[in-house]
C-alpha cells in the first residue's frame, strides 16, 4: 500500500475589529474603500430592519461610491432555513455575484446567522460584514463567526463557524427596538457579567436608570465589555471546543425553556429564567454564596426581567429537554456553574433530582 | 467610536494522508481504530456502490468491531442538490449523529461532493473520509477538499473547501466501473501529465495495453502519480487563489462542452476534447511545437478517448458558453495553455477568433 501525504500546516490569520459606537456607519465607507473586502457588496437583511433602515444604510454606502444591492426576506426565526438561504443565492448569482463580492448582514441573529451561513457556502466561501441591530445580535451572535440554519430536527443543525472579516455595531439602532427585543440582550448583558466581570456586573447595578432608558454612552460601555469578554473566549476556542461552552451559563435550562415552548418564549427571557435557575443550583450545590444568588435575582428583577416560568410550560416538559439532551450527550451535559461572580466552572454531574427542585421554586 | 480587535491568527494542521493500494480495505480498520477520526461512522453513498459494494463494506468495518451506519442516494448528477443534502442531515440526526461521528463518502464524483459538504455543515463541521469507486474520483475529486452541490443556475455554486481526514483508493473498485466511465478518469490522469510531468505522460505511451486492461500495478503507478501531482499542487494552493488553476488545463473549453450538452456528455470526455483544443490553441498561438501537438492527440487515440465535438453540439454554443464565463470574469478568463509537456501557464488573453478556429477543426 503507497501513502501520500497532503502537508496542510499553515498559518491562519482570521482576526478582525469590532468597531462600537453610536451614529458610527458614516465611519464605514473610508474602511471599506481601505481594507476593500469586496470589490461589491450585497446587503442581506429582513422585511423589518429594511423598512427601518435599509433604504437609508444603503444610500450612505451608495453615496460614498460603493457598489451596493440589498435584499431582503420575511423577518422571523421562521425564515431561517434553507430554502430562504438557495433562495438567496440565486439571487446573488442573478446580480453576478463571484467570489470577490462581500455580503453584509443588517439586522439582528436570523440575518447574521443566515448571512454569514450564505457567505460561508456562496462559491465556497465568501468575506461578510456584520451590522448587528438588535442588542442580542450586538452583544452576541455577530461575534464569533457561528452561522447556520434550523431544520426541522432542531434550531442551527446546519451551520458553520466562518468569521466576518469586521463588525459595525452602532448603538443609535437601538433607539427603534421594542422593549421586549431589548431585555433580549440585556439578559446576555448580565451573563457576561456573571461568567467573567465583577466590575461589568457592578455597572449594571449601578447604572440601572441610564440602560433601562437606553442612554448612548452607557449602552457603549456595557456593549463594549460584553464583546470584549466574548472576543476574549472565541480568541481561545474558536470552535466550541472546551471553554467557549461557558457562553452557555444560563443556556442549558434556558434552551430548554425555548424547546419547551416550541420557541414562542424569546431567546433572552428564557436564558433570564435559565440565569436565576443555574445561579440558584449553584447555591444549592454548595458552590454559590446565598446573597450573591439574591443579588443577582435582584439585578434580573431590577431591569424586569422574567424570574419565573412562563405561563402553560410545566417544569416536567423543561426537565425532559433536559435530559433528552443528556441522552444525546452520551449523559454528559456540562452545566455551566458559579462560584462567584466573574468565576464560572463546568460541571458535568448535576441530579436530575436537584434540577427539579430548583425548578418547582420558578413556578408561577 | 470603539475598536476591539478579535486576534484569530493561529497555527492550523489539516494534512492528511492518501492511501492507494489494489485490495486495501482490511488496512482501513486500525487505521480508524489509531486515528479515531469518529467515535461512529456513517457510510454516504449512491444506490448503484450500495448494490455493488455497501454491504461488503460496511460488514468489513463491522467485523472490526467499529460501530458504522449506511445511507444512500439515488446516483446521478441530478442527486447532487441541496434537498437531498437535508435530507440527509436529518437522517443523521435520527441516527443520533453528534459533532463527534465521522461520515465516509463511498462512490464517484457526486458522493465525494455530498459527503464532504455535508460534513462540512453538519453541526458546522464534523470529519469525513474519502473511499472513491471511480477512476475519476480517485485522481481528482477526492483529493483537495472541493465540497459542494448544484443549484438552478449552475453547478457547484454552493460548497465548501473542507479537507477529508483521509482518502482510501482501492483499485479494486475499477473492476466493476463501465469502460466509458473509466474513460472519463483516463482523461484526467493525461491532464496530469501533460501540466506537470513527463514522466507520466511516457509511461501512459508506454503502458497503454496495460491501462486499458486495468492491471493493478500500472493503475497503482498512474493513480498514484497523479495524485501525488494533485496534491502538490493543492498543499500551494488550497483554495484556488492561483497555482491551483493549472489542474484547470482542459477545462475551460471543456466545460463549455458539457454545458453545451446540458451535462448530458461525461466530464471526462468533454475534458479530452478540452485537451486536444487547447493544445491545439497552444500550438496555434506559437507556444507548443507540432510534434508535441501531434503526440498528444496520438495519446487521446490510444485510449479511444473523444477528440471531436458531440454530433449535436454546435461550436457557437460551445464559443457562447466561453463568452459568457468570460463576461461573468470580468473579461479576464484564465486559459491553461501548455509550452510543453509538463510545461503549462496561464494566459488571459485569447482571441473569440482564434479558439472558433481552433473549434472548427473538430467538428465530425
Partial sequence: MKQISVDLRKRVNKSYDIYIGHHILDRM???LARHKWGDRYVVITDETVYELHGKEFVSHLSKAGIPVEILSFPAGEKSKNINILIGLAEKLIGLGCDRGSCLIAL???????????????FMRGIAYLQVPTTLLAQVDSSIGG????????????????????AVFIDTFFLSTLPDEEFKNGL???????????RGLFQFLEEKREEILSR???????????????????????????????VLNFGHTIGHAIER???YRYPHGHAVSIGILAESRLSEAMGYLDTQVCHRIE??????????????GLTYESILTGIQTDKKKAKGQINFVLLKDIGLPFLRAQVEDELIKNILETLIT
Avoid: W
Wanted: aromatic share 6%; proline share 6%; with cysteine.
Fill in 29 to 31: 465607507p473610508p474602511l
Fill in 107 to 121: 439586522g439582528g441573529g436570523v440575518v447574521g446567522d443566515m448571512a454569514g451561513f450564505l457567505a460561508s457556502i
Fill in 146 to 165: 457561528k452561522t447556520g440554519v434550523d431544520i426541522k430536527e432542531g434550531k442551527n443543525l446546519i451551520g458553520t463557524f466562518h468569521q466576518p472579516r
Fill in 187 to 197: 439578559a446576555e448583558i448580565v451573563k457576561y457579567g456573571l461568567i467573567e466581570s
Fill in 215 to 245: 442612554k448612548a454612552e452607557v449602552l457603549d460601555y456595557a456593549i463594549g465589555e460584553s464583546c470584549r469578554i466574548k472576543k476574549n473566549i472565541v480568541e481561545l476556542d474558536e470552535c466550541e471546543a472546551g471553554i467557549r461552552k
Fill in 260 to 262: 419547551a415552548s416550541n
Fill in 298 to 311: 435582584q439585578l434580573l428583577a431590577d431591569f424586569d426581567l422574567p424570574r419565573r416560568l412562563p405561563p
